[in-house]
């Protein structure tokens, strides 16, 4: 049994449990990251067209991944070939990532197996969002681990409630004329 699989074995989630957790983290990280790079577009050469492309990168990375890969073969990718996004990764508590779940801090949830589980979560978009910032963009090794510094900050104002999903589909309406949500141009930019 490899390391650390006796703990997910220990905690017994309901149902879909697991799925859903990382599918709603996965939701509210997608907006996030695409929030930092429209945020830093500048930076990272980034324009409307590479941002409505990010988003469809990364679910073909997803599918790639979910059919080529055990969950563990990810994680294991990260610790050793992109050990930038697993030391990213390491840098957020927790709760904060219990808040991109939705799972509320009173919650009996705050167990090593629901840590392990966030935790894995994060890594494996992480890995699927480094592959498409380095194959579809070009991002050099250093551009990446800035954009993973910038994500976890953007995680952090997350948590604190300085920012949501509804503001950063705002921020992409006003500065793009663009609605991330629906996946069209709405107007022109303020």
Do not use: C
Not at 19 to 34: A, D
Not at 66 to 86: C, P, Q, S
Not at 136 to 157: C, G, P, V
């Amino acid at each position: 049994m490899k390391k650390g699989m006796s703990v997910l074995m220990n905690y017994q989630p309901k149902e879909d449990e697991t799925s859903e957790l990382i599918e709603t983290m996965g939701h509210s990280l997608s907006f996030l990251v695409m929030g930092v790079l429209e945020a830093k577009t500048d930076e990272f050469e980034m324009n409307l067209v590479k941002l409505q492309n990010v988003f469809k990168f990364i679910q073909e990375e997803k599918v790639k991944w979910n059919l080529e890969y055990e969950t563990w073969d990810i994680i294991g990718e990260a610790k050793t070939k992109r050990t930038h996004v697993y030391e990213a990764m390491k840098q957020v508590p927790t709760t904060h990532l219990m808040r991109l779940a939705e799972i509320k801090r009173n919650h009996s949830t705050n167990s090593p197996g629901i840590r392990m589980i966030l935790q894995g979560g994060y890594t494996i978009i992480g890995v699927w969002v480094d592959t498409v910032l380095q194959k579809h963009y070009r991002f050099t090794i250093e551009k990446r681990k800035q954009f993973f510094a910038y994500l976890n900050d953007w995680i952090d104002s997350y948590y604190r409630g300085y920012l949501d999903n509804a503001g950063i589909r705002q921020q992409f309406i006003e500065d793009l004329g663009y609605d991330i949500l629906k996946g069209e141009k709405v107007g022109e930019p303020v």
